[in-house]
């Protein structure tokens, strides 16, 4: 015989949890991060401000509204300038570092110089004058007046240069100085400062070692 129509749907209902059960249900369920949004950085501040001091009673003699409004427009401000200067110096470092190098490939005086004068015919001023110093110093090199080296940065090369043709030490550490700056981004270059920079790579190819092994250049009309 069937059982009673009543029997079975009470045998199909599900249990019915008990109060710890459904407690630690609900705790559950609550616990999930979809309850708990994280706050962004102006929720965070603002509750921050709120904890440790009231932000509406900082300026007296205004609205409460106000007052707390300037106070979080400067906090802002203040959070604002110290991303843009921490994105301004964190680069230049980390390009420093990178650019220390004075050449980044085995190109000869030659081709170097080529580099440079087709930047100039395009009027890219800062490309001509570092490609420039970097034929000068690989000039010296290759006429055996200094020697360069991996990792050998401008100023390096332009002490050894002076070394060599100390007419022209002055010349050479200006030239370092200005290949740096350019380069590093701290200035920008100008036509002017391509004229120079080529007039000092004329001076020196041609200076020369006379018989006592001092070296000169020539029409410089001073020994060196």
Do not use: N
């Not at 401000?49 to 300037?70: F, M, N, Y």
């Not at 110089?113 to 010296?140: N, P």
């Not at 002076?162 to 200035?187: C, I, M, Q, W």
């Amino acid at each position: 015989m069937s059982p009673p129509p009543a029997l079975i749907v009470a045998a199909d209902a599900p249990a019915t949890p008990g109060a710890q059960e459904a407690r630690e249900a609900a705790e559950a369920e609550l616990a999930k991060p979809a309850y708990h949004p994280t706050p962004d950085l102006l929720d965070w501040l603002w509750h921050w401000l709120r904890e440790h001091l009231d932000p509406t009673a900082v300026i007296p003699g205004i609205p409460p509204l106000l007052s707390g409004l300037i106070v979080l427009l400067v906090l802002v401000t203040c959070i604002v300038l110290l991303v843009v200067l921490l994105r301004r110096f964190r680069p230049v470092g980390r390009s420093r570092r990178a650019s220390g190098r004075l050449f980044d490939d085995e190109r000869d005086a030659r081709a170097l110089a080529r580099a440079a004068d087709a930047a100039a015919e395009r009027g890219d001023w800062d490309t001509a004058v570092v490609e420039r110093f970097r034929a000068i110093i690989r000039s010296l090199d290759e006429r055996g007046l200094i020697e360069d080296y991996p990792g050998m940065t401008a100023h390096e090369a332009a002490a050894l240069g002076s070394g060599a043709l100390e007419a022209l030490g002055e010349e050479l550490t200006r030239a370092a100085a200005l290949f740096d700056a350019v380069r590093y981004g701290e200035v920008v270059s100008t036509e002017e400062q391509d004229t120079w920079m080529r007039d000092l790579a004329r001076r020196v190819d041609t200076a020369r070692v006379d018989r006592t092994g001092a070296v000169g250049a020539r029409g410089a009309g001073r020994p060196a």
